[in-house]
């Protein structure tokens, strides 16, 4: 192709064409142009379509870590709610001036364990963010995922922490009141511990914490469906 373009250069120099030479001098020029339009073209479709294999790769990773995210949340609820149902033994039987029975020092130990630490993942967000914020072309959709994790799921945690913190007075208290042992906490006397404002108000002190701390996971628990719906929906 090459050689045959030059024969007609040589051509139309040869017998003096010049206003020829020069429309076809141009021509050549123009489809050099063409030719490297093209080439760029492609080549940034190419690219396009990387990225929109990697923003899929990101969607997929941010679904994961809520499907994750939201396994965690259920199950701190559900352990939530048991620990409160021992709390509720423990207040009623304090308060009715029940009897004790073995089958209480379960409850005696449920009943003051203020929470667990939670973990909420983010490996496919830190992967997103490693890839660069613009990998999403849904802008709606990004701004959503920026808010989840860098303001609803941080505020969450730091509230979190602060309801039902141990507190190592009350161990102490329930240390000294109380023979530990395989996951039991029998009383050490009954009947002083039927009276035990410090230790009752304790308890009921955890009881109330968990209802707030139930009552946060729940709000988070709908807005993490929510925006999963939204990932969910990008994917298809």
Not at 34 to 47: R, T, Y
Not at 170 to 194: C, E, S, T
Request: aromatic residues 12%; glycine residues 2%.
């Amino acid at each position: 192709m090459i050689k045959f373009f030059r024969k007609i250069r040589q051509h139309l120099l040869t017998e003096n064409k010049f206003s020829k030479y020069l429309m076809y001098a141009i021509g050549e020029i123009i489809l050099v142009v063409i030719g490297i339009l093209i080439a760029l073209s492609i080549n940034n479709w190419n690219e396009w379509k990387k990225e929109r294999v990697k923003e899929r790769e990101i969607l997929i990773g941010l679904v994961a870590n809520l499907e994750i995210n939201i396994k965690t949340i259920e199950s701190d609820i559900e352990n939530f709610h048991l620990l409160d149902k021992s709390s509720e033994t423990v207040l009623s039987t304090i308060n009715n001036k029940q009897p004790y029975t073995d089958t209480l020092a379960h409850h005696f130990h449920i009943a003051r364990i203020p929470k667990q630490e939670l973990f909420l993942a983010q490996t496919g967000y830190e992967e997103y963010k490693d890839v660069g914020l613009h990998i999403l072309t849904n802008k709606n959709l990004k701004n959503e995922v920026l808010n989840l994790f860098e303001t609803v799921f941080p505020k969450f945690l730091s509230n979190y922490r602060m309801v039902n913190e141990f507190n190592s007075d009350f161990d102490n208290h329930v240390v000294q009141n109380f023979i530990y042992k395989d996951h039991n906490l029998k009383p050490i006397n009954y009947q002083n511990l039927l009276t035990d404002h410090y230790y009752i108000s304790w308890i009921r002190a955890y009881k109330e914490g968990r209802k707030t701390l139930i009552q946060m996971e729940e709000d988070l628990l709908q807005e993490t469906k929510r925006v999963l719906q939204i990932l969910r929906d990008e994917l298809k």
